[in-house]
């Protein structure tokens, strides 16, 4: 039977993937219900990545019809660097100190729900300044991998204000392709974590589970989802939650 806690942890982890499917910001809700169990803040940050990556490829596939034509992104690139990114985020994770890490949650919840907030008038303002080539391309998802490997919360508003950088405006597309980088991100980052650390497995297996399932209903019904007021909702836990670790450190 389940208890509370497993509860909490698939409605958290159904309503993550919906989320990520449509705006990003999904691990605002799954990395405080792991911490929730009382395990570490690292196994917890570590347990959510695993948990939340295959939602990127089930969105993805419903998705699959958008992304057909683009032209706006080399692919190849942004994939490689992507999964490089991630594994050497997740590495530097690993030699992170557990104190550390917890003194680091407050302000890394604040930077991403900034980033979320104002990720997209930051691309257009640097769009107006800036060309990138394939090789600045490949930097900035090189960089956005390694905040992917390394906590990942805002990961996919990063994404998609990088997107916007590149000349992109087609949503549906571009949370198509989203999907893609992010669940590249974090599979390297899976990788590695399963090599080099331990994982809370049954907090993952139903997470995973119900996170794949809320991909999909996710991103099949994006459309249909006022696209303002998932983000609102998302800033308000990220607010939410930025000031609840500065008051009570993990």
Same mark, same amino acid.
């Given at each position: 039977?389940?208890?509370?806690?497993?509860? !909490?942890?698939?409605?958290?982890?159904? @309503? $993550?993937?919906? &989320?990520?499917?449509?705006?990003?910001?999904? /691990?605002? !809700?799954?990395?405080?219900? @792991?911490?929730?169990?009382?395990?570490?803040?690292?196994?917890?940050?570590? *347990?959510?990545?695993?948990?939340?990556?295959?939602?990127?490829?089930?969105?993805?596939?419903?998705?699959?019809?958008?992304?057909?034509?683009? *032209?706006?992104?080399?692919?190849?690139? $942004?994939?490689? $660097?992507?999964?490089? #990114?991630?594994?050497?985020?997740? /590495?530097?994770?690993?030699?992170?100190?557990?104190?550390?890490?917890?003194?680091?949650?407050?302000?890394?919840?604040?930077?991403? /729900?900034? !980033?979320?907030?104002?990720?997209?008038?930051?691309?257009?303002?640097?769009?107006?300044?800036?060309?990138? #080539? =394939?090789?600045?391309?490949?930097?900035?998802?090189?960089?956005?991998?390694?905040?992917?490997?390394?906590?990942?919360?805002?990961?996919? &508003?990063?994404?998609?204000?990088?997107?916007?950088?590149?000349?992109?405006?087609?949503?549906? =597309?571009?949370?198509? !392709?989203?999907?893609?980088?992010?669940?590249?991100?974090?599979? $390297?980052?899976?990788?590695?974590?399963?090599?080099? /650390?331990?994982?809370?497995?049954?907090?993952?297996? &139903?997470?995973?589970?119900?996170?794949?399932?809320?991909?999909?209903?996710?991103?099949?019904?994006?459309?249909?989802?006022?696209?303002?007021?998932? =983000?609102?909702?998302?800033?308000?836990?990220?607010?939410?939650?930025?000031?609840?670790?500065?008051?009570?450190?993990?």
């Amino acid at each position: 039977m389940l208890s509370s806690v497993d509860i !909490l942890l698939i409605v958290s982890a159904f @309503l $993550a993937g919906a &989320i990520n499917s449509v705006a990003g910001g999904g /691990t605002f !809700l799954t990395f405080p219900a @792991l911490l929730a169990t009382g395990i570490s803040p690292i196994m917890a940050n570590v *347990t959510s990545s695993v948990a939340v990556f295959p939602g990127s490829f089930s969105s993805a596939y419903a998705y699959r019809n958008d992304f057909k034509n683009n *032209t706006e992104i080399y692919m190849p690139a $942004a994939i490689l $660097a992507s999964l490089i #990114g991630g594994w050497l985020g997740a /590495t530097v994770l690993m030699h992170t100190p557990q104190k550390t890490f917890s003194e680091l949650i407050p302000w890394l919840i604040l930077g991403a /729900t900034l !980033l979320f907030a104002y990720g997209k008038k930051g691309g257009e303002k640097l769009r107006n300044h800036f060309k990138l #080539g =394939k090789i600045g391309t490949a930097i900035l998802f090189l960089l956005i991998g390694f905040y992917g490997g390394y906590f990942g919360a805002g990961i996919g &508003i990063l994404t998609l204000a990088v997107m916007g950088l590149l000349g992109m405006s087609d949503i549906n =597309k571009m949370n198509g !392709l989203k999907t893609i980088l992010t669940g590249v991100m974090n599979l $390297a980052a899976v990788i590695n974590f399963l090599c080099n /650390t331990q994982v809370y497995w049954h907090g993952m297996i &139903i997470m995973t589970i119900s996170c794949i399932i809320g991909g999909y209903v996710g991103a099949a019904t994006a459309r249909k989802v006022p696209q303002k007021v998932v =983000k609102a909702t998302v800033i308000l836990i990220g607010v939410a939650l930025t000031v609840y670790f500065f008051a009570f450190p993990a």
